[in-house]
């Protein structure tokens, strides 16, 4: 009898049982599916590669109206420590972002590693003949203030357990500044003595020249992540920027500046790993990303030159003597390898 009442309470009982786990097990499921805020801070420390450079090329005419043609390129290196951060608000569900905003802000800690590089090329008849080649090159020691100023705002656009696409839209704003300080090179005689090259150095104390570089632009572009597991991820990114490109340089030494501006086409992308190895609770994690980023621009415009003063290279008064219409290309490709520590909450 107490046999037959047991079989029939474990009967009722069961189903209530097996209906009150299933719930709990629901409203977990719904709870972990629910759309939260989450807020995010990211220190991050990055190492930058690569450089700024601009290139002239002028064709003119000499006294005895010979076409002649001048080329001058200057590479600025970038290769410095990157410090700064990033801070975003968004909104998750099922353990992927739905939306996102974020600003980030990085600085240099250092100068660059490597040198300034000055090349000069010079085409056409010269008194003692004619000659086609480079006639000038010099080195120089950089001194440096770089900013990166970047916002973007993403959105998902598709996901299931294994990836999620993202599409997102941003401002990114970049400037460099840097004091070029002595000079190490040679120079050709082309106009009296080819045979003879001059190798000379400069006060490392005295400044050369003067630089300013500014790129900016709105950028569009997608995301693609894809999940290991829900805490291990490694992601792709590409972004198309047309680039605004304004530039000064105040050749010091030659008392005359440089000054231009134009738009062209820039490239934004990344590879980053993403790991999530502490939660320190139900809605509190850390986590860190190694990345790797490319970016790169060429604008081709006119730059004005303009003698504030008389320049000792040259016999004349140059002062006051301005050039218009100069072709002027302005590229820049850079690196930034990086490691971000960040806290979710």
């Not at 200057?74 to 974020?102: C, H, M, T, Y």
């Not at 004619?130 to 000038?136: E, N």
């Not at 770089?146 to 990836?163: D, L, N, P, Q, Y």
């Amino acid at each position: 009898m107490k046999a037959r009442i047991l079989i029939l309470f474990l009967c009722v009982i069961s189903p209530c049982c097996l209906l009150f786990g299933q719930t709990k097990a629901e409203k977990m499921q719904l709870s972990s599916d629910r759309n939260k805020l989450v807020f995010k801070f990211v220190p991050a420390v990055k190492r930058s590669l690569g450089k700024t450079e601009y290139e002239m090329e002028t064709f003119g005419l000499d006294s005895e109206f010979n076409l002649v043609k001048l080329k001058s390129k200057l590479e600025f290196p970038i290769d410095a420590v990157l410090l700064g951060g990033e801070a975003s608000i968004g909104q998750d569900s099922k353990g992927k972002r739905n939306w996102s905003v974020e600003l980030g802000i990085f600085t240099n800690l250092n100068d660059p590693g490597n040198v300034m590089k000055d090349h000069d090329w010079f085409t056409g008849t010269t008194d003692v003949g004619y000659f086609d080649g480079k006639f000038s090159y010099t080195e120089s020691k950089a001194e440096m203030t770089h900013t990166v100023i970047a916002i973007k705002g993403e959105k998902r656009i598709a996901s299931s357990k294994k990836f999620a696409l993202y599409g997102y839209a941003g401002y990114r704003y970049q400037k460099i500044s840097q004091d070029i300080i002595g000079y190490d090179g040679w120079q050709i005689d082309i106009f009296n003595d080819p045979s003879f090259t001059k190798v000379y150095g400069g006060d490392d104390t005295v400044k050369a020249l003067l630089y300013e570089v500014t790129y900016k632009g709105p950028f569009l572009g997608v995301e693609y992540d894809y999940y290991f597991t829900p805490s291990i991820y490694i992601g792709i990114e590409a972004a198309a920027m047309p680039t605004s490109v304004s530039d000064y340089d105040n050749h010091l030494l030659r008392k005359k500046d440089g000054k231009a501006e134009g738009t062209g086409v820039g490239f934004l992308s990344s590879v980053f790993m993403h790991l999530e190895p502490w939660r320190t609770g139900p809605s509190t994690l850390i986590f860190f990303d190694i990345e790797g980023e490319l970016f790169t621009a060429r604008v081709s415009t006119k730059q004005v030159q303009e003698w504030y003063g008389d320049d000792p290279f040259s016999e004349d008064d140059d002062t006051g003597v301005i050039i218009r219409n100069i072709p002027h290309d302005v590229r820049s490709t850079q690196f930034n390898l990086g490691l971000r520590i960040g806290v979710t909450f």
